[in-house]
């Protein structure tokens, strides 16, 4: 009686190629979910206004990144800058009740001058808005 030999590259392993691809898509998948199925969110119904609420945009300051001032699109000396920006304010509150000042500053701009700004501002009752960039 002659027995078969098995070839010494025959061995009892499992192709699991496609496997991994299958649980791969599943790890996405559930994680997905996971992220979106958040029970602890409260739906708050919030106030639809009818009208466009944006605040006009009645005096801009700017500071750019060499720390030169602007109202508008004139340039400031940094000196007469906070009675320029009281002037403005003054001849706007002549149109409007209260004037919003926006402030424009970029981002290497040093943010003690921006906060000095808004002191002067908010100090002639004025609305401040600022936007760094």
Do not use: C, W
């Amino acid at each position: 009686m002659k027995l078969r030999k098995k070839h010494k590259g025959e061995s009892g392993e499992v192709f699991t190629d496609s496997l991994n691809d299958i649980l791969f898509i599943l790890l996405m998948f559930f994680l997905i979910v996971a992220t979106l199925a958040n029970p602890n969110v409260i739906k708050v119904g919030l106030p639809r206004g009818s009208k466009d609420t944006k605040a006009k945009q009645n005096i801009m300051v700017s500071i750019d990144k060499d720390q030169q001032y602007f109202i508008g699109t004139t340039k400031i000396e940094s000196s007469i800058f906070d009675s320029m920006l009281r002037k403005e304010i003054r001849k706007y509150k002549a149109f409007v009740d209260t004037p919003t000042v926006v402030i424009n500053a970029d981002t290497a701009a040093f943010y003690g001058e921006v906060f000095r700004i808004m002191r002067v501002a908010k100090k002639d009752t004025a609305k401040v808005v600022a936007r760094i960039d």
